[in-house]
């Protein structure tokens, strides 16, 4: 299972599944929601919110699978805040979002696009803009910090969770850095023992 970040107004979502399994059952999306809450507290955050991505916020909104999970979130232990919006998830209404690895992975790269769509239409209508010189180089300055925030070379991959070894899952087009980073993920998921914390959940 492949645990990514994306940003949002407050910090960042993590998102679960990102892209690892494809079809999922219920009863597997409430081991995500399990391995994501324990992933966060390792990570510094204590009591994290846990969403489950849907088309509407009701508790009777879904699919077949996301009806079927719900109830188990819902009684699960964990700070479960109920279904939540993709739209909303940029606003920061919860630390990790649950849903199979299909929609995850549509969710990250509709990220990416927009993101990207977005940045290219700053700079054009920025180079249209008659701004002054101090102007120009704040607005450079946010852009450029609004595209590392976006950036996935500088996280450098996903952990993969779910298996007795560290593996970083790292982006098909990674460069150099992108690599380095992902090389410091692993280290830190050594020296936190962070496989073998998520691994006493299932008591394996």
Known sequence: MLPTSIPNLKGSTLVIDSGANMDCSEDLLLQ????GDQYL?????????VGLLNVGVEEHKGNTLTKAVY???????LNFIGNVEARDLSLGVCDLVVCDGFIGNVLLKTTEGTAYFVSKMLESLVGKA?????????????????????????????????????VIKAHGSSDSKAIRNATKQALQAYETKIVEKIGLIFNR
């Open 71 to 77: 109830p188990l979130l819902k009684d699960s232990g």
């Open 32 to 35: 995500f929601a399990k391995m």
């Open 130 to 166: 008659n701004l002054s010189s101090e102007m120009l180089k704040e607005v450079g300055s946010l852009m450029i910090k609004a595209k590392k925030s976006l950036d996935y070379s500088e996280i450098g991959g996903a952990l993969l969770l779910g298996i007795k070894e560290i």
């Open 41 to 49: 507290k390792i990570n510094g955050i204590e009591n994290p919110r």
